[in-house]
């Protein structure tokens, strides 16, 4: 399995905008590679994801138009651009490879271990 570590998250105030990056142990146009948030007390949740077959991107509605998505083949890295960020962008945020992109973490094969985001008011 493919082994994924995040980095660049951060404490940042409302508007501000980070850059979450997925480093992969494999090559990443093998899988598709998701970001999934887990707030305080809630369940993990699906934010964007960017298939392996033809590239496409997918975004939850609460971030669609804020938050994009891509990847560097050479570097086997994937991004979450995260701007406009609001408090309730607050959470853990965790890369995932699976075979396509889905919101259900039933079908996801690998985890990383997840960078904490925070966002002040």
């Known amino acids: 399995q493919v082994q994924l570590v995040e980095s660049g998250g951060g404490m940042v105030q409302a508007g501000d905008s980070l850059r979450l990056s997925c480093a992969a142990s494999?090559?990443?146009?093998?899988?598709?590679i998701g970001w999934f948030r887990q707030a305080p007390g809630k369940e993990r949740e699906g934010v964007s994801c960017?298939?392996?077959?033809?590239?496409?991107?997918y975004y939850a509605d609460s971030v669609k138009g804020r938050f994009t998505i891509s990847r560097d083949n050479a570097k086997n890295t994937v991004y979450l651009q995260m701007n406009s960020l609001k408090p309730e962008d607050t959470a853990i945020y965790y890369c995932?490879?699976?075979?396509?992109?889905?919101?259900?973490?039933?079908?996801?094969?690998?985890w990383g271990q997840g960078t904490q985001v925070t966002v002040s008011s």
């Open positions: 494999g090559f990443i146009l093998d899988y598709s």
């Open positions: 995932a490879s699976s075979a396509y992109c889905s919101r259900d973490t039933k079908f996801v094969a690998s």
């Open positions: 960017i298939s392996s077959s033809d590239g496409r991107t």
